[in-house]
């Protein structure tokens, strides 16, 4: 690829694209569900794979037109959002571009939310259906209320839906409906059965495609919650073709890569793990990768690649946008048609971290003159030590090296002043002890003084960092957070 001198010195990745991939790309105008019926239009025999469970394009369309059709027989109109709390599976998918071609707005939750959060994102999405497999239909019942669910769709268990009851053990299960009780809520119009919405309108109606619908809003997905309470992501038309289209020509070697970045849409925000999988970059507030490895002899291993046609990335410092010079530590940024339109109804949130297009992820990072970025952590993570500024990443990656460990989490602990001491939950092997000296001898080995870990903890699973750091501030207030 010729790159000239300017795109050189402002884009230094893209003289490390291969060379089938365009700094650019076209994108489709309207509904995203588009997409899929184009796909379905070119190769309708193509199959999505979820399991043991296969369907064609074809046959995932046919669907998503059904599935429309029956919300507007249910009465939901534009922009009215349309839940669903199903694992990944082909009624997930038919749910959320069905939604779609319907003009709502789909709002995937993961199928093993604690209630309470899952009522809260009902409530505040307000929520007018709420899709649920049958099995879980006592559950779907009681998390209507205080919300503005007025209907339950039904999904019956069927290939990758089976697994269900062995994937819900975050919470309390509620003892399934007796028959009677199960009638009476069909009767009562309430619940409508899957098969009953698909089958409102002929399978042969189509459905109009809006070319109008780029900028509306398209998906409502959440964060995984780890610096405070989820929030809604707003992902318009556009930023779900971006993205999809994005990851096609990254990988333009694979005739199935739109087809399964398309799949991978519909899943909630705890599907998509945000930060720092291998060789890529992703977060809930784009729609899908920004960043990735090339798929060249230009690679660089250890590294979570090169930003992705259309979207620029730079490390900044403090409150300014001005990129800081390769190799120095700062705030990954990001800016490209696939970056979200703000959080839903928080608008000081949005403000924060969105601004003239470039989304302030919250990811300490670095860059080197080639416009590789490499992950150093998370801001809200870092343990300030007097003069010295901690990278918890760093520390648990030389924790875990240890033969006996099995995971681990580092954070900060108030220490006075204004400052903090480092500390370390640990999680061992099976069948495997070790002495809090002996760790601490391994950490003097390979870490600075200021990098030791100072308290060990030892525990049979992970708390989240945002819980351990509660935890630390109701101990210094004198207080007592129970961490399960």
Known sequence: MNVDEADRRNRPWLSRYPWQVAPSCEYPAGNAAGLLAELAAKEPGAKLIWGNSAWTCSRLYRSCRQFANGLLGLGISRGERVATMLPEGPQAFVAFY????????????????????????????GAKVLVAPDSALARAAALRTGTEVGKIVAAAKTGALSSLRARLPAFPPLPPLSRGDKAALYRSGAVVPWGSLLGRLPKEDGFPVDPEAGERLAAIRYTRGTTGTPKGVMLTHANLIAGA?????????????????????PKGGGALPPGRLKGSYVLAETAAPSLAQPANRFGRPGTIGIPLPDTEARIVGGDSLKPLAPGEVGELAIRGPQVMAGYWNRPVETDAVLREGWLRTGDMATADEDGFFSFADRKLDLI?????????????????????????????????????????????????????????????????????????????????????????????????????
């Open 245 to 265: 289209v994005q990851h096609a020509a990254w990988h333009y070697g694979d005739k199935e890569a739109l087809a399964r970045m398309l799949a991978a849409l």
């Open 384 to 484: 300030r030590k007097g003069d010295t500024i901690v990278y918890p990443a760093k520390v648990e990656r030389e924790l875990i090296r240890h033969p006996a460990v099995e995971d681990a989490v580092v954070y900060g602990v108030p220490a006075g002043g204004g400052e903090e001491e480092v500390a370390a939950c640990i999680v061992l092997r099976r069948e495997v002890k070790i002495s809090e000296a002996q760790l601490k001898r391994w950490g003097a080995e390979r870490l600075s003084a200021a990098e030791e870990p100072a308290f060990y903890e030892f525990r049979d699973r992970i708390p989240s960092r945002l819980r351990l750091r509660e935890r630390s501030r109701a101990d210094e207030e004198g207080g007592n957070l129970k961490i399960d």
């Open 98 to 125: 069905g939604t779609l071609l319907a003009q709502a707005v789909a709002v995937p939750m993961e199928d093993d939310l604690p209630d309470e959060e899952a009522r809260r994102r009902l409530a505040e999405t």
